[in-house]
Protein backbone atom coordinates (compact mmCIF):
# COMPACT_ATOMS: atom_id res chain seq x y z
CA UNK A 1 0.00 0.00 0.00
CA UNK A 2 1.29 3.83 -1.01
CA UNK A 3 1.03 6.66 1.16
CA UNK A 4 1.32 10.60 0.15
CA UNK A 5 2.59 12.81 2.46
CA UNK A 6 3.40 16.14 2.82
CA UNK A 7 6.76 17.54 4.26
CA UNK A 8 8.25 20.33 5.33
CA UNK A 9 11.66 20.35 3.91
CA UNK A 10 15.01 22.26 4.87
CA UNK A 11 17.01 23.77 2.09
CA UNK A 12 19.15 25.33 4.38
CA UNK A 13 22.14 22.72 3.32
CA UNK A 14 21.17 22.98 -0.11
CA UNK A 15 21.44 26.86 -0.41
CA UNK A 16 24.87 26.56 1.04
CA UNK A 17 26.17 23.39 -1.39
CA UNK A 18 24.79 25.13 -4.24
CA UNK A 19 25.91 28.76 -3.30
CA UNK A 20 29.57 27.14 -3.03
CA UNK A 21 29.36 24.98 -6.57
CA UNK A 22 32.95 27.07 -7.75
CA UNK A 23 31.44 30.72 -6.03
CA UNK A 24 33.19 32.55 -3.89
CA UNK A 25 29.88 33.75 -1.62
CA UNK A 26 31.29 36.67 -0.61
CA UNK A 27 28.55 38.97 0.02
CA UNK A 28 28.25 42.80 -1.15
CA UNK A 29 30.71 45.37 0.15
CA UNK A 30 29.43 48.67 1.65
CA UNK A 31 31.57 50.52 -1.25
CA UNK A 32 31.20 49.73 -4.79
CA UNK A 33 34.02 52.04 -7.25
CA UNK A 34 31.19 51.55 -10.04
CA UNK A 35 34.09 51.02 -12.83
CA UNK A 36 32.97 47.99 -14.42
CA UNK A 37 31.39 50.23 -17.18
CA UNK A 38 28.09 49.04 -18.76
CA UNK A 39 26.47 46.11 -21.10
CA UNK A 40 23.99 44.66 -21.88
CA UNK A 41 23.04 41.09 -22.28
CA UNK A 42 20.77 38.36 -23.66
CA UNK A 43 20.24 34.94 -22.92
CA UNK A 44 17.82 31.85 -24.37
CA UNK A 45 16.95 29.37 -22.16
CA UNK A 46 16.37 25.76 -23.78
CA UNK A 47 15.26 23.14 -21.54
CA UNK A 48 17.09 20.54 -19.92
CA UNK A 49 16.10 16.98 -18.62
CA UNK A 50 13.34 17.10 -21.34
CA UNK A 51 11.59 19.55 -19.38
CA UNK A 52 9.87 21.41 -21.63
CA UNK A 53 10.72 24.72 -19.94
CA UNK A 54 12.29 27.77 -21.97
CA UNK A 55 12.72 31.29 -21.58
CA UNK A 56 14.71 34.74 -22.24
CA UNK A 57 16.36 36.96 -20.00
CA UNK A 58 17.72 40.26 -20.56
CA UNK A 59 20.28 42.14 -18.11
CA UNK A 60 22.04 45.76 -17.90
CA UNK A 61 24.45 46.58 -16.29
CA UNK A 62 25.49 49.93 -15.30
CA UNK A 63 28.43 49.92 -12.86
CA UNK A 64 27.10 47.38 -10.01
CA UNK A 65 23.54 47.80 -10.60
CA UNK A 66 21.97 45.59 -12.70
CA UNK A 67 18.73 45.08 -14.16
CA UNK A 68 17.30 41.66 -14.84
CA UNK A 69 14.05 40.58 -16.71
CA UNK A 70 13.45 36.76 -17.53
CA UNK A 71 10.24 35.15 -18.92
CA UNK A 72 10.06 31.61 -18.58
CA UNK A 73 7.19 29.15 -19.72
CA UNK A 74 7.02 25.01 -19.54
CA UNK A 75 7.75 25.46 -15.98
CA UNK A 76 5.67 22.93 -13.14
CA UNK A 77 2.69 25.21 -12.31
CA UNK A 78 2.34 26.19 -8.77
CA UNK A 79 5.61 25.31 -7.82
CA UNK A 80 8.56 27.23 -6.57
CA UNK A 81 11.38 27.53 -8.90
CA UNK A 82 14.85 28.49 -7.85
CA UNK A 83 16.98 31.12 -10.91
CA UNK A 84 20.34 31.87 -10.80
CA UNK A 85 23.23 33.67 -12.58
CA UNK A 86 25.80 31.06 -12.92
CA UNK A 87 29.44 32.13 -13.60
CA UNK A 88 32.23 29.93 -13.45
CA UNK A 89 33.52 26.68 -15.23
CA UNK A 90 33.20 27.49 -18.89
CA UNK A 91 30.68 30.39 -18.49
CA UNK A 92 28.43 27.49 -21.25
CA UNK A 93 25.30 25.53 -20.71
CA UNK A 94 25.84 22.02 -20.68
CA UNK A 95 25.18 19.58 -23.64
CA UNK A 96 21.03 18.47 -23.03
CA UNK A 97 22.56 15.15 -24.36
CA UNK A 98 25.00 14.68 -21.36
CA UNK A 99 24.46 11.72 -19.66
CA UNK A 100 23.90 12.63 -15.77
CA UNK A 101 24.03 11.14 -12.43
CA UNK A 102 20.08 10.93 -12.37
CA UNK A 103 16.95 8.34 -12.79
CA UNK A 104 17.69 7.80 -16.24
CA UNK A 105 20.82 9.85 -16.85
CA UNK A 106 18.94 12.97 -15.94
CA UNK A 107 21.02 16.00 -15.94
CA UNK A 108 21.70 17.02 -11.92
CA UNK A 109 22.82 20.33 -10.54
CA UNK A 110 26.48 19.33 -9.50
CA UNK A 111 26.22 17.13 -13.19
CA UNK A 112 26.78 20.53 -15.01
CA UNK A 113 29.30 22.35 -12.67
CA UNK A 114 31.72 22.24 -15.07
CA UNK A 115 29.99 24.04 -17.70
CA UNK A 116 27.66 26.69 -16.12
CA UNK A 117 30.03 27.24 -12.47
CA UNK A 118 28.33 28.09 -9.31
CA UNK A 119 25.48 30.24 -8.40
CA UNK A 120 26.64 34.00 -8.44
CA UNK A 121 23.34 35.80 -8.12
CA UNK A 122 19.85 34.75 -6.80
CA UNK A 123 17.05 35.91 -8.88
CA UNK A 124 14.76 36.00 -5.72
CA UNK A 125 11.74 38.57 -5.79
CA UNK A 126 12.85 40.43 -2.51
CA UNK A 127 15.12 40.59 -0.21
CA UNK A 128 19.08 39.09 -0.58
CA UNK A 129 20.43 38.35 -4.19
CA UNK A 130 23.85 36.73 -2.69
CA UNK A 131 24.58 32.96 -3.13
CA UNK A 132 22.84 32.77 0.41
CA UNK A 133 20.06 32.44 -1.38
CA UNK A 134 20.22 29.97 -4.01
CA UNK A 135 17.34 28.10 -2.77
CA UNK A 136 15.20 30.44 -0.62
CA UNK A 137 12.07 29.47 -2.45
CA UNK A 138 9.83 31.39 -0.62
CA UNK A 139 11.41 34.16 -2.34
CA UNK A 140 11.35 32.50 -6.03
CA UNK A 141 8.81 32.65 -8.31
CA UNK A 142 6.28 29.74 -8.95
CA UNK A 143 5.32 28.27 -12.05
CA UNK A 144 5.68 29.98 -15.31
CA UNK A 145 6.44 33.59 -14.95
CA UNK A 146 7.48 37.15 -15.51
CA UNK A 147 9.97 38.28 -13.78
CA UNK A 148 11.85 41.86 -13.24
CA UNK A 149 14.33 43.46 -10.72
CA UNK A 150 16.99 45.95 -10.25
CA UNK A 151 19.73 45.03 -7.73
CA UNK A 152 23.27 45.45 -6.66
CA UNK A 153 26.36 43.29 -7.56
CA UNK A 154 29.81 42.82 -5.85
CA UNK A 155 32.80 43.83 -8.24
CA UNK A 156 33.41 39.95 -9.12
CA UNK A 157 30.18 39.64 -10.40
CA UNK A 158 30.33 42.92 -11.96
CA UNK A 159 33.07 42.30 -14.28
CA UNK A 160 32.31 39.22 -15.30
CA UNK A 161 28.82 40.41 -16.82
CA UNK A 162 30.91 43.18 -18.38
CA UNK A 163 32.89 40.60 -19.75
CA UNK A 164 29.71 38.15 -21.04
CA UNK A 165 30.67 35.86 -18.78
CA UNK A 166 27.80 33.62 -17.54
CA UNK A 167 24.83 31.69 -17.71
CA UNK A 168 21.41 32.15 -16.56
CA UNK A 169 19.76 28.36 -14.79
CA UNK A 170 16.25 27.67 -14.22
CA UNK A 171 15.88 24.66 -11.28
CA UNK A 172 12.82 22.15 -10.62
CA UNK A 173 11.92 19.41 -13.01
CA UNK A 174 8.81 16.89 -12.53
CA UNK A 175 10.51 13.96 -14.10
CA UNK A 176 7.68 11.39 -13.85
CA UNK A 177 5.10 14.28 -14.80
CA UNK A 178 2.88 13.59 -11.57
CA UNK A 179 2.70 17.19 -11.04
CA UNK A 180 4.70 17.58 -7.80
CA UNK A 181 8.79 17.24 -6.54
CA UNK A 182 9.18 13.65 -5.58
CA UNK A 183 10.43 10.38 -6.39
CA UNK A 184 13.10 8.07 -4.84
CA UNK A 185 15.96 9.75 -5.09
CA UNK A 186 17.77 11.92 -3.23
CA UNK A 187 18.88 15.53 -4.34
CA UNK A 188 22.67 15.97 -4.56
CA UNK A 189 23.08 19.40 -2.88
CA UNK A 190 20.71 18.00 0.09
CA UNK A 191 19.67 14.55 0.66
CA UNK A 192 16.79 15.50 2.30
CA UNK A 193 15.00 17.16 -0.98
CA UNK A 194 13.88 14.73 -3.79
CA UNK A 195 16.46 15.19 -7.07
CA UNK A 196 13.69 16.44 -8.97
CA UNK A 197 13.32 19.71 -6.69
CA UNK A 198 16.89 20.69 -7.59
CA UNK A 199 17.42 19.38 -10.88
CA UNK A 200 18.17 22.35 -13.75
CA UNK A 201 15.42 22.53 -16.06
CA UNK A 202 16.70 25.02 -18.57
CA UNK A 203 19.64 27.48 -19.12
CA UNK A 204 21.04 29.77 -20.98
CA UNK A 205 24.13 31.69 -22.02
CA UNK A 206 24.73 35.20 -21.77
CA UNK A 207 25.87 36.79 -24.81
CA UNK A 208 27.04 41.01 -25.03
CA UNK A 209 23.86 42.42 -26.99
CA UNK A 210 22.77 45.35 -28.60
CA UNK A 211 19.18 45.80 -27.52
CA UNK A 212 16.63 49.21 -29.30
CA UNK A 213 14.20 48.98 -26.72
CA UNK A 214 14.04 47.14 -22.98
CA UNK A 215 11.43 44.06 -23.74
CA UNK A 216 7.88 45.44 -23.13
CA UNK A 217 5.81 43.57 -19.95
CA UNK A 218 5.09 44.20 -16.61
CA UNK A 219 7.16 43.23 -13.26
CA UNK A 220 5.12 40.08 -12.31
CA UNK A 221 7.38 37.47 -10.36
CA UNK A 222 4.80 34.28 -10.44
CA UNK A 223 1.24 33.46 -10.38
CA UNK A 224 1.08 34.79 -6.65
CA UNK A 225 -0.31 31.49 -5.22
CA UNK A 226 1.64 29.82 -2.43
CA UNK A 227 0.82 26.69 -3.05
CA UNK A 228 3.76 24.25 -2.43
CA UNK A 229 5.49 26.45 0.35
CA UNK A 230 5.44 27.08 3.48
CA UNK A 231 7.62 29.73 5.48
CA UNK A 232 10.56 28.49 7.64
CA UNK A 233 12.29 30.79 10.05
CA UNK A 234 15.94 32.24 9.98
CA UNK A 235 18.11 29.09 10.45
CA UNK A 236 21.77 29.73 11.90
CA UNK A 237 24.72 28.32 9.52
CA UNK A 238 27.18 25.62 10.35
CA UNK A 239 30.78 25.60 9.99
CA UNK A 240 31.25 29.57 9.73
CA UNK A 241 30.64 30.01 6.35
CA UNK A 242 27.04 32.17 7.05
CA UNK A 243 26.11 34.16 9.25
CA UNK A 244 22.13 33.66 9.22
CA UNK A 245 19.93 32.69 6.44
CA UNK A 246 16.31 32.57 6.08
CA UNK A 247 15.15 29.47 4.28
CA UNK A 248 11.62 28.53 2.68
CA UNK A 249 10.70 25.42 2.58
CA UNK A 250 9.16 22.73 -0.17
CA UNK A 251 5.89 21.35 1.07
CA UNK A 252 6.64 17.89 -0.90
CA UNK A 253 5.28 15.01 -1.61
CA UNK A 254 6.78 11.66 -1.06
CA UNK A 255 5.54 8.34 -1.76
CA UNK A 256 6.21 5.99 0.77
CA UNK A 257 6.16 1.84 -0.03
CA UNK A 258 4.61 0.10 3.16
CA UNK A 259 5.20 -3.87 2.98
Known amino acids: MRTTTKRLLPLFAATVALGTLGASGAALADDHDGG ?13 NDSGASG ?12 VKLDSSGMLAEAPHAQHI ?14 GTG ?8 DAADSYGGVQVSLTKEGDTSPDSALAVDRFPVGDATYERTF ?6 AASLAKGDGSVVLHGVDHNGNGAYDGDQESDLDPSLPSEATDPAACGTLDLAQMEQWPEGGAETGDGTTAGI ?17 AGGFALRRRQTQK
Open 36 to 48: QGSATLEAHLSEL
Open 56 to 67: TAWITLDGNEVT
Open 86 to 99: HIGGTNQCPDPNME
Open 103 to 110: VDGAIRTT
Open 152 to 157: EVNDDV
Open 230 to 246: EQSGALLAGGGLLTAAA
